[in-house]
């Protein structure tokens, strides 16, 4: 069975696009990558697109007169596309209400923090300044208000002595391309329950989101 069409959205190299492509391509996940959109010419995602025939599509949004004019054409690429589900994956345009709202328990994001501690920018160097014993990446349905929205699926990775916020970056990154593909999957499969800022999830997948990556001995 066909999974359920899905975009994704970037703005760069797109290593998440590649775990998602991936996990599709092996029946790992229920959906289909059918269409990557970039805001960016030089994105690098757009190749692995094309490695793997999906349609790509760049909508540059300095072509644009206004927020809503680009969104209005991003939301018309996605339904000509035939397009169910949305994940941004290193999507570095903020999205209006309005676009949220009309994609609303379809859109995915993921974000370098555990949140909702770090939202915004430079989550990593945050987390070492903070003092974090750990770290990790969050998988959640958008809402309105940026990084923010109920959560399907986190990744927590230990902080270690020595690391600088490449580092941090780097293992952190390793455990969001496990998170992205199992979050999009319980989400294609549509037995979620979503009330409020909560999602709860069928008993078997429970299991499957709690990743004990590092466990104080
Ligand atoms: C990822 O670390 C993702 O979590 C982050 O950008 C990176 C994209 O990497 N997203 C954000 O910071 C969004 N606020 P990728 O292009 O290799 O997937």
Known sequence: MAGRRTAVLISGGGSN???LIDACDSAQCA??????????????GLER????????????HRDFASREAFEAELDRTLRDARIELVCLAGFMRLLT??????????????????????????????????GCRVHGCTVHLVRPTLDDGPILVQGVVPVLAGDDADRLAARVLEVEHRCYPLALDLLARGDLLIEGDRVTLPEEAEALVLHPLFTPG
Do not use: K, Y
């Not at 697109?49 to 540059?60: E, K, N, P, T, W």
């Open 17 to 19: 696009l590649q775990a």
């Open 97 to 130: 209400p309005g676009f949220v709202e009309g994609w609303r328990d379809r859109l995915l994001n993921i974000h370098p923090s555990l949140l909702p501690a770090f939202p915004g920018l430079h989550t990593h160097a945050r987390a070492l300044e903070a």
């Open 31 to 44: 959906a289909e990558i059918a269409l990557v959109v970039s805001n960016r010419a030089d994105a690098f």
């Open 49 to 60: 697109a094309r490695r793997h025939g999906i349609a790509a599509a760049v909508l540059d």
